[in-house]
């Protein structure tokens, strides 16, 4: 049985449980099973349900059959209530869907990515609904300072000839967007190419990464990142996890501590708790009665309380398993959701933010919690340190050879480096640049040599040393605020004071424009005397 009926039909268990909802109802399920693709089957199955009398009609999970079935519902006007991914900008009257708007999603990875400052990444997606969910970062793409790498898996499982040209291109931000069921394959085969280091940084599209065994990836250091719809808080509360639990965890788990439900689990749950709520509200007032309808034409009419029912539920808020919902009153598409910001550390999956339409990204995660978790993956590896012998900052001890590692050098950079791990508890080995060189840009082939060159090809975490912060350098690698600071100075005699000499006003000027000045003064008035007379 799926996962999602499950969920239905536990969803209907809690609400006929719980008195309070409906205290003058009960409500029954009615599953069929169709194929994703068989459109007729669905339609003859809806209009034999609705012979029976139903109240609303749940799902199906396909679009190829969802149309023929909303068609249905809104000719007889009975609740019609989605939980799949659905790109349509324009919904049906008698229709409300749960899940969130994929224009909504796109902006959320757009957030995030600005939040983190990618200036390049590589994007890697599965089918066409991909590009729909990567619209806004796909508009990004024209913008001059932000590099883009586009890329599509390719049918199969074999997916290394494509993260092989990703990691020959030197892009460490890699997007993925594909099927829940293919991102573990996929990180296993990046791990086997050298791609799932603290170097990378990986945001899944996915909204049911938290359900997946993570494990193997969590000493790696790899930052892997992507949003969950499902409340935690709200999923460990009672009235979720009582009755038949069991049967909506994944396989192995056994209580609801770490949320492992699927998206697609807790919006169906959400949409029969909110059916309820509003078959109750409407019940209130009115005796509802239901009715026997009949697909074809002219047989039946459509059902009195079905506009009264959705309407209702589109004016609703509530509290769910996937947060807080609302819809927008014409279009019934779900608004003002929050999404959590999950990032993969030592411990497993930990929320570090918070993402919405109104405020954008919000990150909660502080930088004690970062050094905290840097420091549990440095304990376990050790921060590789290229360098070059240059006195006084990094020599080797005259008795080098009693010692090993970085014990074997001395020198400010040695001793600023051990301060450093100390204070920051983790272990660190030096290593010397093959080619004794700090680092030059070949400007002919782009290619770096030294101690940039190891940081740029990860043969090392850090470089240290009196190296000079260049234009170029600073392309290539990140700086921390430099050590030293030497500048450019220019030497010159101070001038000394003199004491002023009789005709030191006539100093200004030279001798000569003096000499011009009296002759011109003389000239104009030996001229003015002559033309007098």
């Known amino acids: 049985m799926d996962k999602t009926e499950l969920a239905f039909l536990h969803a209907i268990d809690r609400v006929n449980a719980i008195h309070s909802i409906l205290p003058r109802n009960k409500l029954f399920s009615v599953v069929e099973r169709v194929a994703r693709d068989d459109s007729f089957h669905a339609s003859k199955k809806v209009c034999n349900m609705v012979n029976k009398g139903i109240l609303a009609i749940f799902g199906p999970q396909s679009s190829n059959t969802a149309a023929h079935v909303q068609s249905v519902a809104d000719t007889l006007e009975i609740p019609h209530v989605e939980t799949r991914w659905d790109f349509r900008e324009h919904r049906a009257r008698f229709s409300l869907n749960l899940y969130p708007h994929p224009s909504s999603l796109s902006k959320a990875y757009l957030d995030l990515v600005m939040k983190w400052k990618w200036k390049s990444f590589a994007l890697i997606y599965e089918d066409r609904h991909g590009m729909v969910r990567m619209q806004e970062l796909l508009k990004a793409n024209y913008n001059p300072k932000i590099k883009m790498l586009v890329r599509q898996l390719e049918p199969g499982n074999d997916y290394g000839p494509l993260l092989k040209e990703v990691k020959k291109s030197g892009e460490t931000r890699i997007i993925i967007d594909c099927g829940t069921s293919k991102i573990l394959d996929i990180f296993k085969q990046a791990q086997q190419l050298g791609m799932m280091t603290h170097y990378h940084n990986f945001l899944v599209t996915s909204l049911d990464l938290h359900t997946l065994p993570l494990h193997e990836f969590q000493q790696s250091g790899t930052n892997i990142s992507a949003f969950r719809l499902v409340n935690a808080d709200v999923a460990s509360r009672s009235f979720y996890v009582s009755g038949h639990t069991s049967r909506l965890l994944s396989v192995g788990q056994t209580s609801m501590s770490n949320v492992t439900m699927r998206t697609d689990m807790a919006l169906m749950f959400d949409a029969v708790l909110m059916f309820a709520l509003a078959l109750n509200a409407t019940n209130k007032n009115n005796i509802i009665d239901v009715q026997n309808a009949s697909c074809e034409k002219d047989q039946s009419g459509p059902w009195i309380f079905g506009n009264g029912i959705i309407q209702l539920m589109k004016t609703m808020e509530m509290e769910g398993l996937t947060g807080k919902i609302t819809f927008d009153k014409t279009e019934g598409f779900r608004k003002e959701f929050n999404l959590d910001i999950l990032t993969l550390r030592v411990g497993g999956l930990q929320k570090i933010g918070l993402w919405n339409l109104s405020s954008g990204v919000d990150i909660t995660s502080t930088y004690d919690d970062v050094v905290v978790d840097a420091g549990e993956y440095f304990k376990k590896n050790k921060l590789r340190v290229t360098t070059k012998l240059s006195e006084p900052y990094v020599m080797l001890k005259a008795n080098a050879e009693q010692y090993s590692d970085y014990k074997k050098y001395e020198g400010y950079c040695v001793d600023l ?92 000027l030279s001798v000569d424009v003096w000499m011009y000045m009296i002759t011109a003064y003389l000239g104009v008035s030996i001229s003015l005397f002559l033309l007098a007379r």
Do not use: H
Request: proline share 4%.
């Open 417 to 508: 480096m051990e301060a450093i791990a100390n204070y920051c508890n983790f272990n660190f080995t030096i290593q010397l640049v093959k080619d004794n060189s700090y680092g030059i840009l070949d400007k002919a082939t782009g290619e770096w040599d030294g101690v940039i060159k190891e940081l740029i090809e990860q043969e090392a975490d850090v470089g240290i040393g009196d190296l000079t912060i260049t234009y170029d350098r600073e392309q290539a690698v990140d700086f921390t605020m430099p050590f030293m600071n030497l500048g450019i100075s220019i030497l010159f005699k101070k001038p000394t004071k003199k004491e002023p000499l009789l005709f030191s006003f006539l100093a200004p």
